[in-house]
């Protein structure tokens, strides 16, 4: 169990810019969520996926973001023709889903992404 | 809807001081709650849960939690803080669904 990881740590880019994160869910979770965090707030739930499937999108999620988990493992988080108004950090996590409701999640460290 | 409220953004206790950290939660249904920690440049981790089992809940680091329905609370305690114990604790609730709603979190300080 080496965690769940995210990639990159850290991203600047300017406005306008595309970016692209990825997260590496613990290998037998079955449950992937994207959360953003901005300083100050608890982590703010954006999208989820079982498996493969998207089965929730939060109404924070605007077109401009496109999540995808193509084989039911590691994810990808798309943001198009970013504006300063989503600098935050974006944390991924994982969860084997079928213990109930007293499921744990998993963080990983998130990547922080500032837009100039 | 399932939602969780902090009160309190800062929290300053002394090394060997009762630790104290509200929250109170709506729930429809009951709730599933959850306290996770959060230290610099970490990814949040769970320290205790509370699925209905027991109202007294044991967690980690000397944690432990207690669920109390007359008061939709779930406060966090700890009888003696470490400096270790500093960090950015958070409460939340599962909703019906498979959503983790979170709160706004508390920023714990230990004064040596």
């Known amino acids: 169990d080496t965690g769940v990881s995210q990639n990159p740590r850290h991203k600047i880019t300017k406005r306008g810019q595309n970016v692209t994160f990825r997260c590496d869910p613990i290998?037998?979770?079955?449950?992937l969520y994207w959360y953003r965090q901005t300083l100050g707030q608890g982590p703010e739930f954006l999208t989820y996926f079982q498996n493969e499937a998207q089965l929730e999108k939060s109404r924070l999620l605007s077109d401009r973001f496109s999540a995808e988990r193509p084989k039911g493992s590691f994810s990808t988080l798309e943001i198009q023709r970013t504006e300063q108004g989503d600098s935050a950090m974006y944390l991924c996590?994982?969860?084997?889903?079928?213990?109930?409701?007293?499921?744990?999640?998993?963080f990983g460290s998130g990547t922080q992404l500032s837009v100039l | 809807a399932q939602s969780v409220t902090q009160l309190g953004s800062h929290v300053s206790v002394s090394e060997g001081a009762l630790v104290l950290l509200r929250c109170n939660y709506s729930s429809s249904v009951p709730p599933y709650l959850f306290w996770y920690v959060q230290y610099p440049n970490q990814g949040l981790q769970l320290l205790l849960k509370y699925t209905s089992a027991a109202t007294l809940v044991k967690g980690i680091n000397g944690f432990e939690a207690e669920f109390k329905k007359s008061e939709t609370s779930f406060h966090l305690t700890k009888p003696s803080a470490h400096m270790s114990d500093a960090a950015e604790y958070f409460c939340a609730v599962r909703g019906t669904g498979n959503q983790f709603y979170f709160g706004t979190g508390t920023s714990l300080t230990v004064i040596p």
């Open positions: 290998s037998e979770h079955n449950r």
């Open positions: 996590a994982s969860m084997r889903q079928g213990e109930g409701m007293g499921e744990k999640l998993f």
